[in-house]
């Protein structure tokens, strides 16, 4: 059988990616080397924009009836104890698709997303590893991969999707990667016996340490600890101490979380950030991780994999129907996402630099004390729903 597109990975970029194509009529095949559903490390947050996208996808009434948990806003403690907490709502024009964001385990939410794949016809083939990018005249005409039984594939289409994440194959072997200057690592378990912990998310900063706690479930809350990277290098054999000892340094957190149960072992990942270059080779498109990650503070993680499946799909049917993925063509992609992600990365960095800043992060908390109205607007560029640029505009923010 012959195929229209190839993608990469059926996490959630990849997945949302086969599901628009297919959609569209078009013969999609997905590889990835998991079975699914499988565990995930990540915060589990879906910003009230990523709901947008779930609904577009056909699933969001799959992710209620999974027992998602509501989120009406953050909490966010500063490092001299002084706490805010914000909501989601309408901010003039702009309006969250709901008034709350979505906390719900990755192993639910991929599987969910990979039913929706299968449901729609779509071949995925589990358990099959990319191992190679097939690269002819200046294009990449396909890939090849290895089976559970060490068989190897080639598979070959005009146009190839790499959604195969942070450790993406795709871009490795086309020397896409880039180091990036901010070195953290994130250290995540599951927690029980927080008291009045479900509805909003919490966050603890504490230069140069923060840490999330996020709950997906009653009694079940993701806890995430995020510090610097060469601060956990030396403890990769000892996470678990590394991670008590961290935690009792981070007072409020501390306190928080005391008599709390650890219910699952540490994980660590990182370096978090990332860059890719963008491809100069025609018949591929990067999306989701395996376009780059910045931090996880706001969360945009499962949303700019969501969103960016969306302008990947647009421009990808388009080249299809016009028979050329070029490498020209398929830059208007690079364009979009310039478009859509760069004001929210600027953001975040601007947030990360107030973070890293323990008298700034303590100015700022005191501030948004007596600006309520700032809080929920910084939130809603958080939940994605609320343009950036609004911040610039106070006349605006009611």
């Known amino acids: 059988m012959s195929f229209d597109v190839i993608v990469v990975g059926a996490g959630p970029a990849g997945a949302a990616t086969a599901i628009l194509l297919a959609e ?40 209620d009836h999974a027992g998602a948990t509501p989120l009406a806003g953050m909490r966010i403690t500063a490092p001299d104890g002084t706490a805010v907490t914000g909501t989601y709502r309408a901010i003039g ?87 990036h200057r901010l070195q953290r690592m994130a250290l995540v378990t599951y927690v029980r016996g927080v008291s009045e912990c479900g509805e909003v998310g919490e966050i603890f900063i504490d230069p ?16 995430s600890v995020v510090v610097p990277l060469a601060d956990a290098a030396a403890w990769s054999h000892r996470l678990e101490d590394f991670f008590t000892a961290r935690v009792g340094q981070l007072a409020h957190l501390a306190r ?63 080249a299809l129907q016009a028979g050329d993925c070029s490498a020209k063509r398929l830059g208007s992609y690079q364009r979009a996402r310039r478009r859509v992600f760069a004001a929210k990365a600027r953001f975040t960095h601007a947030l ?13 908390a005191r501030v948004l004390v007596r600006r309520p109205g700032l809080l929920d607007l910084l939130l809603g560029v958080v939940g994605d729903y609320v343009p950036p640029g609004r911040l610039l505009h106070p006349a605006r923010r009611r």
């Open 352 to 364: 990360q630099f107030v973070v890293a800043r323990r008298r700034l992060a303590n100015l700022t």
């Open 256 to 318: 928080r979380v005391a008599g709390a149960e650890r219910t699952a072992p540490v994980q660590a990942m990182g370096p978090l950030a990332y860059d890719v270059a963008a491809p100069t080779v025609g018949g591929l498109l990067l999306v989701g991780d395996a376009a780059g990650f910045y931090d996880p503070l706001t969360g945009e993680g499962v949303f700019s994999a969501l969103r960016g499946a969306e302008l990947a799909s647009d421009v990808a049917a388009a």
């Open 93 to 179: 024009a702009w309006r969250p698709y709901r008034d709350h964001a979505l906390a719900l385990g990755r192993e639910v939410l991929d599987a969910i997303l990979v039913d929706r794949v299968r449901a729609l016809g779509v071949e995925l083939r589990e358990r099959t590893r990319v191992t190679d990018v097939l690269v002819d005249d200046g294009h990449v005409v396909g890939v090849e991969a290895m089976d559970a039984d060490t068989r190897v594939h080639v598979f070959r289409a005009p146009l190839v999707v790499a959604a195969d994440g942070r450790a993406s194959v795709v871009a490795r072997r086309l020397g896409l990667l880039r180091e």
């Open 24 to 63: 569209r009529g078009l013969r999609i095949l997905v590889l990835d080397r998991a079975r699914f559903p499988r565990p995930k490390i990540c915060g589990e947050y879906l910003s009230p924009e990523t709901l947008r996208v779930l609904d577009r996808l056909g699933v969001l009434k799959a992710v």
């Open 208 to 223: 140069p340490d923060y840490a999330i706690l996020n709950p997906i479930a009653p009694d079940r809350i993701n806890m």
